[in-house]
């Protein structure tokens, strides 16, 4: 099993330029988050989906939209990126509450 | 809100030294909680967890107890090696019963040991 994957690994995007992260799990899991990860303040939830067909927002959800494609599938998308987007993103996927698992991550610069 | 606070690090140790990473929570009801581990260049990975009150979570030689009277869950490992050099991060999950939880992070512990 692949987990979950994430592409790009590695992104460089000019102050408004738009794109999407993807992710994928081939886990069967209901669940599935987007978190950023900035030095000195762990991980912050910025949108989640619950089951297939919702979503919500989770603590930093400005600037940021999402999709939940089907049950494997769950992307992120920044409209007009800004160098305050500039962070690690991490896809996780769970079954329940008790535990998630990660993605390798997409290091996205803003400049 | 919830919110996890850890120990400032980095943490920087000899091998065979005895490890602490402290971690207290603030939470309303019966929160879950969890260390996971993230080695460099990777994402991360869950380390151990206690769902309940006096549960001791342990794995790899690491544990943690859920001390709901202190509202703390620190790390410890008796005897650390050069393998364990890592970002530790204490989370608590507060889901009330549903079956997804939505993490909250702590600001993350590096942790290096020297051999």
Redesign the interface.
Known sequence: NAG?TQTPKFQVLKTGQSMTLQCAQDMNH??M?WYRQDP??????IY?S??EGTTDK?EVPNGYNVSRLNKREFSLRLESAAPSQTSVY?C?S????????????TRLTVT | GDSVTQMEGPVTLSEEAFLTINCTYTATGYPSLFWYVQYPGEGLQLLLKATKADDKGSNKGFEATYRKETTSFHLEKGSVQVSDSAVYFCALSSAGGTSYGKLTFGQGTILTVHP
């Open positions: 979950v209901n669940s988050y000195g303040m762990g991980l912050r939830l989640y619950a089951s989770g991490f996780a769970s079954v329940s509450q008790y535990e998630q698992y990660f993605g390798p991550g």
